[in-house]
């Protein structure tokens, strides 16, 4: 019987190996212009010709391509239209050239100087150029994989990535959600809702300039997301050897779209060219189903709990189990969504929960007033 509550230690390199070793097979993805290095390469054309025949038809492979398949797929001349890729463009420099002014900050996987980053370039280029936005945006292809894989209502959202010449490669890694967790607390999620997690985003990335093999584009892994333990295992110096070893990475030209499961292993690669700036729009698509029934404000709850919390934990009357309880039930245990240019990971990939900061400021007394003032402060951090 398979492990329901899988362990470090339960992990199988020679699996892995064997599931990242399948070979895709053309002849399956009938819409395929090609495979490269086991992508699966789409051309724009085709695929919008394909959908006025059977959208139904292009939606199941492509979604098959993604969970069954390699896992990755590329579509060549996803933006036909170059000027509406460099207006964008235009945009993210203004953007990176205001937010300069604040000082360099390091991504989530590279330091500060390597990659330039700009957290919901959504949100920001709508602000700065509406025509912009909507000629970008209106994108049927982006439409169509994202409701491959998400269904209708899902929900977009975008940051910009520039590595620039000499910017070395990432770790490789699974992304969000659980890809930014530490392991002990990966642990605690039962496999099947961590196989679910996989299917709740979809990441994808928009070409803003050529990308030859030298500048580094990703380093893809196909297949790795078919391995039931990935979210444990990418951290694991064997796994990464693995990787290192047998990642791919496939030449883009600007208006290409890429798009992969979160499961998938990846990592951006070293530019090491002298003059090619790699810039990406990175996509990070939500399904619409992870939401609460109601709408509540945590924040009030906290605010009117903490004093009779803190008296009860002062005086011992809470156990443990009774005190975790509590925590989960009021306060938000999850560091996403978040305003990353105001409220950045600290000490790892992740910023400070609710359910953190509450157990924090029982553990160290904070009063109520500091609690608060805590509180406040990371409810305004947190906004758009």
Same mark, same amino acid.
């Given at each position: ?28 993805? /009938?819409?395929?212009?090609? @495979?490269?290095? $086991? ?8 695929? &919008? *010709? #394909? %959908? ?17 398949? /390699?896992?990755?797929?590329? @579509?060549?001349? $996803? ?8 207006? &964008? *463009? #235009? %945009? ?37 150029? #509406? ?254």
């Amino acid at each position: 019987m398979k492990a329901l509550y899988l362990q470090p230690e339960q992990l199988d390199l020679t699996e892995f190996a064997t599931l990242c070793e399948q070979s895709p097979v053309l002849s399956d993805y /009938p819409l395929a212009a090609g @495979i490269e290095r $086991g992508v699966l390469v789409y051309r724009a054309q085709t695929l &919008n *010709t #394909a %959908v006025h025949r059977d959208r139904i038809e292009v939606l199941t492979e492509l979604h098959r391509a993604l969970a069954q398949g /390699p896992g990755v797929l590329v @579509i060549k001349g $996803g933006y036909a239209d170059k000027a509406v890729i460099e207006r &964008n *463009t #235009a %945009v993210f420099e203004c953007i990176f050239a205001e937010e300069a002014q604040a000082g360099a900050a390091a991504d989530h996987f590279a330091q500060a100087g390597d990659n330039g980053r700009i957290w919901n370039s959504l949100q920001k280029v709508a602000e700065r150029d #509406a025509a912009a936005f909507i000629d970008y945006y209106g994108n049927s292809l982006l439409a169509l994989v994202c409701e491959a894989w998400l269904g209708p209502w899902y929900q977009l959202t975008a940051q910009v990535n520039v590595v620039r010449p000499g910017g070395k490669a990432q770790q490789p890694h699974r992304d969000y959600h659980l890809g930014f967790q530490p392991v002990a607390d990966v642990s605690r999620f039962p496999l099947p809702v961590q196989l679910l997690s996989q299917y709740l985003t979809l990441q994808g990335a928009v070409a803003h300039s050529d990308m030859p093999l030298a500048s580094g584009p990703t380093l893809l892994l196909p297949f790795s997301q078919q391995y039931d333990g990935g979210y444990l295992a990418w951290r694991r110096s064997d796994f990464i050897e693995y990787f290192e070893r047998h990642a791919v990475q496939l030449p883009l030209e600007q208006g290409d779209m890429l798009f992969f499961s979160p499961a998938l292993f990846h990592a951006a690669g070293s530019n090491s060219t002298e003059d090619v700036v790699r810039t990406a729009n990175l996509l990070q698509v939500s399904s619409a189903f992870g939401k609460p029934m109601e709408s509540l404000s945590r924040e009030r709850i906290l605010r009117h709990i903490y004093p009779e919390l803190l008296a009860r934990h002062r005086q011992g009357r809470l156990a443990e189990s009774e005190l975790s309880a509590l925590i989960a039930a009021a306060a938000d245990g999850y560091s996403f969504p978040t305003n990353l240019d105001r409220d950045p990971p600290l000490g790892g990939l992740a910023p400070r929960t609710q359910q953190q900061l509450l157990r924090q400021a029982l553990e160290e007394n904070w009063t109520e007033a500091d609690f608060l003032r805590q509180l406040n402060l990371g409810k305004e951090n947190r906004l758009a």
